[in-house]
């Protein structure tokens, strides 16, 4: 058998394949030759169960006529949903699989399982199934599901990886993820064939482990069914039947197979590769492409046993122990899209492209010599779905009620598996997740950029080919850019704005001084013929930020923040999302969704939160109350009853666009969500000048009498009609930071009681000093909304004093227990500061809450 060192020099002689081949499918048992046999995880079992007859003979037992919710896809997903489905009591469900169990994606896996990520849902997600596969499954059937507890090395080659890799053991700490930082030396006695010379360290998990993917599989079907659910296999779903009811909405109603219907309200797309055409069944829009994934397994490799899997990201390769050889896989910068994914598609695998493949084994001879002189024994080259931003797809499809995804993931479905499939259970019986999902939620992309092909193929690429990347604070992503573009757009950009991408805008970050530095259309790395770009203005600021230190833009950003101290600053917010809530029932429907009261006359503004049925809080914004009227103006619709100006966050503005849609449907308010977020533009101008700037050009008097706090009105601008609101004085940039980040703390927990008080204090010079330890007030109640009540908290604590030009850090524990550290303004002579508390607050008039 070749050694690996061969396959190289073979790839770029023998085995080169012409552009115009494209990559041929082979199915587990093709012909003759040295891979036809395939060393996966529990490959006698697959292809004993692979019968060709199975699918003449129709499913594997009678389908029932009705469900509670139809799973469709037997692969990790499927069967993981499933199995919580049931243990949440679910007994009508039922999977359908149109081959056998994991007959898709699935049965070729590697089936890693890495504890550490750096996110902490994903932490919890990935405890969850360790916990299942290692003991639930076992205690409940008495089965072994084939886990492997082996352990797990990430490889650092250099500082900022090492960093990254201390990162996730502090988070691993607070999970209780038993983790260690190695030196080189202690790396090399732990595995000793590693070539350690060139390493700064490594991060050591010994309760990681590997998944057998059919063992996994059999034994979820088989702890599902004993509490009432059903497994159907060999049944292909052709259709899925909708209905729309008395209010226009539509419902999933029923799925069509080959051998008959089945009524449901429910349907989860646990398809995989397939999910798109799934979805398309429904009408609904599921963004991920297939790509060729590929790994090999080597012979036997002396003194490898018991090794842990190995991750070497800078190498963007893993080693995952198999008995006694190693599988090398990887992720490479060009992957293969699989272009006409194949319905007939079972079992099957395709033919290896060694020119692709070819860094993987440089890197992992690299780290451990040995394989130069190892063995092939098989290739394994099957397909997997890919998603714009490499996270799942998870939740109710906004297209369409009842139709709910749990697809997309990336090559991690049987590691997420366990956690998402638990979610995603508790999701269609209670309408949430239990954890804060929206990282994977499907509402996280706008809904035009969902079925935008250019955009989907584009961002899928890069994130795969940045998986094994640092994932820095302040990277921005190159592909699938100047999708969505705000009127000022060409004017920022010749002034040097460099852009952010936020739910497919443009948005203004922050001003560069060497000039213009446009997006440029992406080149896919060099890529698939593509010229990689030369003296690329934008990826050489953005390659400058690469850095957990403070990016070299800081102190750029400083000065637009002292100029808006100082003077004022124009900011183009136009990425907010602009909606209008109209009708009959609008006041109805807004007393139901925002927690201070809105009901208010017309002209009045209010800055509030958007709850959910729980209590919840879903986000954050400013509602505007509007005078109806019979013709619509170009800044509002026509309506008759009560109407609402709803302004919401950019990057949340799908999500909210969603969740108000679904109240209005379930409590079945009649009114209308408008949505003008392409249509008008927003311009915020903020500073203690700002009111002598817009004098200048607005005709209308904004004096405090004619023009007060949280108010709004039409005026002209140079002859144009623009809506003006009246925020708070001197609102500058980092007031506006720190309430932000007071914004994303109170929304981490949707679960936190909206009456919860998540106190936000800004202290000045003439409110004392920062560490007083008296009751502090303010005007303007965080109780009851009311301006001119005051709030009392009962504590203030962990300000620490300051002196002028030193600012202090603050700790403060939030409410998941968790330390937040939030920085003081560093404008001389400012005591600004934002306080992260969970403490007692009374109103003055009306009293503790």
């Not at 352990?151 to 080659?157: K, V």
């Not at 009432?228 to 779903?237: H, K, R, S, W, Y």
């Not at 797809?393 to 990336?410: K, Q, S, T």
């Not at 709004?712 to 980040?741: D, F, I, T």
Request: with cysteine; charged share 20%.
């Amino acid at each position: 058998m070749a050694s690996l060192s061969r396959a190289l020099r073979v790839a770029a002689t023998c085995l080169r394949r012409s552009p115009a081949q494209g990559p041929g499918l082979r199915p587990l048992a093709s012909g003759a030759g040295p891979t036809t046999e395939k060393s996966v995880p529990c490959q006698r079992t697959l292809k004993e169960s692979q019968d060709p007859s199975a699918a003449a003979r129709g499913p594997s037992r009678p389908l029932p006529s009705t469900a509670s919710v139809v799973v469709i896809g037997g692969g990790s997903l499927g069967c993981q949903t499933l199995y919580h489905l049931a243990k949440l009591g679910v007994s009508g469900a039922v999977l359908l699989e149109r081959q056998r169990l994991t007959s898709g994606t699935t049965w070729h896996t590697a089936g890693l399982l890495w504890q550490l990520r750096p996110s902490d849902v994903e932490v919890e997600l990935l405890a969850h199934t360790r916990r299942v596969v290692s003991r639930d499954l076992e205690e409940e059937t008495g089965l072994h599901t084939g886990w492997i507890q082996n352990g797990g090395l990430f490889i650092a080659s250099n500082r900022q990886r090492l960093d990254e890799y201390k990162r996730l053991m502090s988070l691993g700490k607070a999970y209780g993820v038993e983790s260690h930082v190695l030196s080189p030396a202690e790396t090399k006695a732990l595995y000793p064939l590693m070539n350690v010379d060139d390493l700064f360290g490594t991060l050591y998990v010994p309760h990681d482990g590997t998944m057998d993917p059919a063992g996994t599989c059999s034994t979820l079907a088989r702890a599902a069914t004993a509490r009432g659910v059903q497994v159907i296999e060999n049944c292909p779903v052709t259709g899925i039947r909708v209905r729309t009811d008395d209010f226009g909405v539509r419902r999933v109603a029923a799925v069509e197979t080959e051998h008959g219907s089945i009524q449901t309200p429910c349907v989860v797309n646990c398809a995989g590769v397939w999910a798109g055409a799934v979805g398309q069944m429904a009408g609904v829009k599921v963004p991920l492409v297939a790509m060729h994934h590929a790994y090999v397994i080597t012979e036997r490799i002396e003194g490898i046993q018991n090794m842990p899997n190995v991750r070497d990201h800078d190498a963007s390769v893993y080693l995952r122990l198999q008995g006694d050889a190693l599988s090398v896989g990887g992720y490479e910068a060009n992957p293969i899209f699989w272009e006409e994914v194949s319905d007939k598609f079972a079992f099957g695998l395709f033919d290896l492209d060694w020119d692709v493949f070819a860094q993987h084994i440089e890197g992992a001879i690299r780290r451990v010599p040995v394989l130069e002189r190892t063995g092939v024994k098989s290739t394994v080259c099957g397909p997997e779905s890919f998603t714009p931003d490499h996270k799942p797809l998870m939740g109710e499809a906004p297209e369409l009620r009842g139709f709910y995804l749990g697809c997309g993931f990336n090559s991690a479905g049987m590691m997420l598996g366990g956690g998402c499939g638990q979610e995603l259970a508790h999701w269609i019986v209670h309408g949430r997740p239990e954890k804060d999902m929206h990282g994977y939620d499907i509402r996280r992309f706008h809904h035009s950029l969902t079925d935008h092909s250019r955009w989907i193929r584009e961002r899928s690429h890069e994130s795969y080919a940045k998986n094994y990347s640092v994932v820095f604070p302040h990277d921005e992503p190159l592909a699938g850019r100047n999708m969505r573009r705000g009127p000022l757009h060409e004017e920022l950009l010749e002034r040097g704005c460099v852009f952010q991408e936020r739910h497919g805008w443009e948005r203004p970050g922050w001003f560069s001084p060497q000039g213009a530095a446009p997006v440029l259309p992406y080149d896919y790395c060099g890529a698939y013929g593509n010229r990689a770009h030369e003296d690329y203005a934008y990826g050489r600021l953005l390659a400058a930020e690469h850095t957990f230190d403070f990016p070299p833009h800081h102190d750029v950003i400083k000065k637009e923040c002292l100029a808006c101290r100082g003077a004022a600053a124009v900011f183009d917010m136009s990425y907010f999302g602009k909606f209008y809530l109209v009708g009959p029932d609008a006041r109805k429907a807004a007393d139901w969704l925002f927690s201070a009261d809105v009901s208010r006359p017309p002209g009045t503004t209010v800055y509030t939160c958007m709850l959910n049925h729980r209590g919840g809080t879903e986000s954050d914004l400013t509602v505007s109350r509007l005078a109806p009227g019979p013709q619509a103006s170009p800044l509002a619709p026509a309506f008759e009853g009560d109407g609402y100006y709803l302004a919401v966050g950019g990057a949340v503005a799908q999500h909210n666009w969603s969740h108000i849609t679904t109240v209005l449907q379930d409590r079945e308010f009649r009114c209308q969500l408008i949505d003008s977020s392409e249509d008008l533009g927003l311009i915020s101008v903020q500073g203690p000048a700002s009111r002598a700037i817009l004098q200048e050009v607005l005709d209308a008097d904004l004096s405090n009498e004619a023009f007060p706090f949280s108010t709004h009105k039409l005026v002209r601008a140079a002859g144009h009609l623009a809506e003006v609101r009246s925020r708070r004085g001197n609102n500058s940039r980092c007031q506006r930071g720190l309430a932000r980040r007071q914004a994303r703390f109170r929304a981490r927990d949707s679960r936190v009681p909206s009456r919860s008080i998540l106190a936000a204090a800004w202290m000045w010079p003439s409110q004392g000093s920062a560490a007083s330890a008296q009751p502090a007030l303010w005007n303007g109640c965080v109780c009851c909304g009311h301006p001119g009540h005051r709030t009392v908290l009962s504590t203030i604590r962990g300000l620490p004093p300051r002196d002028a030009g030193s600012p202090p850090e603050v700790t403060a524990r939030n409410h998941r227990g968790r330390a937040a550290r939030e920085r003081f303004c560093d404008y001389p002579g400012h005591r600004c500061a934002v306080l992260l508390v969970a403490t007692t607050a009374r109103c003055t008039e009306r009293g503790p809450t």
